[in-house]
């Protein structure tokens, strides 16, 4: 399989250039993503200007969400290519392809290299994968962090080396400055999983996993002291009280998992189902594949793997790694009050790797799938593809004409991506019947990077007719003729205006404010709903221009920044 491409350094350029093919093409292109890319690039944008790096701030205030590895990975990404989208959105994508190659050498030792490329090239192709090395939030940072957690994890445990130990601890520790206390939780729980599993729980008490808490410790315990000192308690109260513990036992800002007012036996199963399905999406094209991977990873067809060790004891070591790490992260989540479709990125590596032990297996004739079940997952990979293009012509308004107004105008030219999957799934059918399954499998990664390349590229730049903060930023920019100006909103604000501005940005309360603000002596740009300023310039006395109008995606209406210059 993959001949042009032998050994660990090939297989290392192979995933490489398709990571570069998926991450790196237009990614400063689109505009910040509100609210959570126009949060954190505002916040590492002061923590630029302000040279303080210690304490994160948002528009004037202290940002207590977030712990500051993103926010210092990209000031450093400002300082080497200028402030932009592209710097803000670097470090997801390396962190993307750390978490990669970390997949790629955790399959070549707990199988083989054969299954560990496949598993590297089942997740960059993974769409939620995929989509978070595009964001700038925490979350790639984290999946990163965990899985070279786990990899060292698993190495301590085969070789009972402290060295390893120590770098698990270490990982953890870089992870708990990505997001949180979950980049210990999530190892933590799942490795005492697997020793419970295998027999083997009396490692825990081991005096050497006392150097892993320490090496976590040293990395971010240093920078929380500091903080908290600061900020006299307030990031750490705000941190761990309310964006973890918090955010954990009840929803957030209408994230619950489900829509609201559902009936209570409706609702307990659409919670249930939340995280199920969104696998199924983020893991897609190649979650077609996840009933092969839990068919032939449990039970004698995955103890008759020769690949993974200890066979006898039950499960092979491997699986039962595996698994422990999916149903723990799956378990977390699932109680957490508040549920985001990104919260459960960490398993997509494990996911990956059963998606590519499966198809490895069946490559080399170790298993024999019934019939229908493998045409049944090639005829989803083309579904998956039937159903792309269906979603973004209903976005685009083609289909279902009664949305007069469709947000989304400018999708519809790219349903006819969805083509793709279709076609490769016909190719790849021809090949298994003639018995070519490395080539097949060859195919189907190639149809799934072809897929998903130009749409996370150029596919969602086609959303940014839909969004106001940019272009009535750069409208206003254009027209400021003062170094000192104010920028206000009034009923309207999103963080990225703050970045966009350079800026603070004050949130008005009454249409007093907003009328007094447009008899300041200095320039004064107002940004609100076009409703909302129909209502209110009859109230004006005061000379004023209406500056640029633009539709707003988030608001589902016309917004307009109006100056007194």
């Known amino acids: 399989m993959f001949r042009l491409f032998h050994g660990r350094a090939g297989h290392y350029l192979l995933l490489v250039l398709v990571w570069a093919v998926l991450s790196l093409p237009n990614l400063g292109g689109p505009s910040l993503w509100d609210i959570d890319e126009g949060n954190n690039s505002a916040c590492s944008e002061d923590m630029l200007e302000s040279g303080d790096w210690v304490v994160p701030k948002f528009n004037g205030a202290w940002r207590v969400d977030k712990p500051a590895l993103l926010y210092w990975l990209q000031v450093g990404a400002y300082r080497t290519f200028g402030v932009g989208e592209f710097a803000a959105r670097l470090p997801s994508a390396l962190a993307a392809l750390a978490a990669i190659l970390l997949t790629y050498e955790l399959g070549r030792r707990l199988f083989d290299p054969a299954t560990g490329l496949l598993g590297g090239l089942v997740l960059a192709s993974a769409t939620m994968f995929c989509a978070a090395a595009h964001f700038a939030n925490p979350d790639a940072l984290l999946n990163a962090c965990t899985v070279l957690t786990f990899l060292c994890c698993w190495l301590a445990i085969r070789e009972g080396n402290t060295r390893w130990l120590v770098a698990a601890g270490a990982a953890a520790g870089l992870g708990v400055l990505a997001k949180g206390p979950v980049a210990v939780v999530l190892p933590a729980g799942a490795v005492g999983l697997f020793l419970l599993w295998s027999r083997r729980l009396g490692l825990l008490w081991d005096r050497r996993v006392l150097w892993a808490g320490l090496a976590c410790c040293l990395v971010f315990a240093p920078w929380f002291a500091w903080v908290t000192n600061d900020t006299k308690g307030a990031f750490l109260e705000g941190f761990f009280l309310t964006h973890n513990l918090g955010r954990y036992l009840h929803p957030m800002e209408g994230h619950s998992g489900g829509p609201a007012g559902t009936a209570p036996?409706?609702?307990?199963?659409?919670?249930?189902?939340?995280?199920?399905?969104?696998?199924?999406?983020?893991?897609a094209p190649w979650s077609v594949f996840l009933g092969l991977a839990g068919w032939y990873g449990l039970g004698r067809r995955a103890r008759a793997d020769g690949a993974s060790p200890e066979p006898a004891n039950g499960l092979?070591?491997?699986?039962?790694?595996?698994w422990c790490w999916i149903a723990v992260c799956f378990l977390f989540f699932a109680f957490a009050g508040t549920k985001l479709p990104n919260y459960i990125l960490p398993l997509y590596a494990p996911a990956a790797l059963l998606v590519a032990r499966s198809l490895e297996r069946w490559r080399l004739g170790a298993v024999e799938p019934s019939r229908w079940l493998l045409h049944g997952a090639l005829i989803g990979f083309a579904l998956v593809g039937v159903a792309v293009a269906v979603a973004l012509l209903i976005a685009?308004?083609?289909?279902?004409?009664?949305?007069?107004?469709?947000?989304?105008?400018?999708?519809?030219?790219?349903?006819?991506?969805?083509a793709l999957p279709v076609i490769g799934a016909a190719v790849a059918w021809r090949l298994v019947q003639r018995q070519c399954r490395g080539a097949a499998l060859a195919a189907?990664?190639?149809?799934?990077?072809?897929?998903?390349?130009?749409?996370?590229?150029?596919?969602?730049?086609?959303?940014?007719?839909?969004?106001?903060?940019?272009?009535?930023?750069?409208?206003?920019?254009?027209?400021?003729?003062?170094?000192?100006?104010?920028?206000?909103?009034?009923?309207?604000?999103?963080?990225s205006l703050v970045f966009y501005s350079r800026r603070q940005v004050r949130q008005l309360e009454n249409d007093e404010q907003a009328l007094t603000y447009l008899r300041y002596p200095v320039e004064v740009y107002l940004f609100l709903p076009a409703a909302e300023w129909e209502r209110l310039r009859t109230d004006v006395r005061t000379p004023y221009r209406l500056l640029a109008r633009h539709r707003d995606l988030y608001r589902n209406c016309d917004v307009v920044v109006v100056t007194n210059r």
């Open 396 to 418: 685009g308004g083609v289909l279902l004409p009664s949305f007069k107004e469709p947000q989304l105008s400018g999708v519809a030219a790219w349903a006819a991506a969805g």
């Open 444 to 495: 189907l990664g190639a149809t799934a990077v072809a897929f998903l390349a130009p749409l996370a590229a150029w596919g969602v730049t086609a959303v940014d007719a839909d969004k106001a903060p940019r272009p009535l930023v750069q409208a206003m920019l254009h027209d400021q003729t003062e170094r000192e100006i104010r920028v206000v909103c009034y009923h309207y604000f999103q963080p």
């Open 265 to 283: 036996g409706i609702g307990y199963a659409v919670h249930a189902l939340y995280y199920p399905l969104v696998l199924l999406a983020g893991l």
């Open 316 to 322: 092979p070591a491997a699986y039962r790694f595996l």
